[in-house]
């Protein structure tokens, strides 16, 4: 089983900036990928972010140029850095951990941003 805890969400201005934390624990041996994907109200869950184990990331277009995914193997930790927020990108940011061939997901993190 592999536990997934999401870290750093808040309220932060229209321009500024916040970083995000997805730690995973338990019984890991691999870890294929991990990704951030968010949820606005009356919205469906959209994909962010994605890292995989090689390194390579994809972004959705509506982030491009203003988030970046990284991700610590040792500590099986990914980050978002999110630069540039716009009021658009206020959603509840969740985790998801691709160990094996099974799917986690954390409980998620509230980002709010105000213009």
């Known amino acids: 089983q592999v536990q997934v805890v999401e870290s750093g969400g808040g309220l932060v201005q229209a321009g500024g900036s916040l970083r995000l934390s997805c730690a995973a624990s338990?019984?890991?041996?691999?870890?294929?990928?991990m990704g951030w994907y968010r949820q606005a109200p009356g919205k469906q869950r959209e994909l962010v972010a994605r890292?995989?184990?090689?390194?390579?990331?994809n972004y959705a277009d509506s982030v491009k140029g203003r988030f970046t995914i990284s991700r610590d193997n040792i500590k099986n930790t990914a980050y978002l850095q999110m630069n540039n927020l716009r009021p658009e990108d206020t959603a509840v940011y969740y985790c998801?951990?691709?160990?094996?061939?099974?799917?986690?997901w954390g409980q998620g993190t509230q980002v709010t941003v105000s213009s």
């Open positions: 890292i995989i184990s090689g390194g390579s990331a």
């Open positions: 998801n951990v691709v160990h094996g061939w099974r799917t986690y």
């Open positions: 338990g019984s890991i041996f691999s870890i294929n990928a």
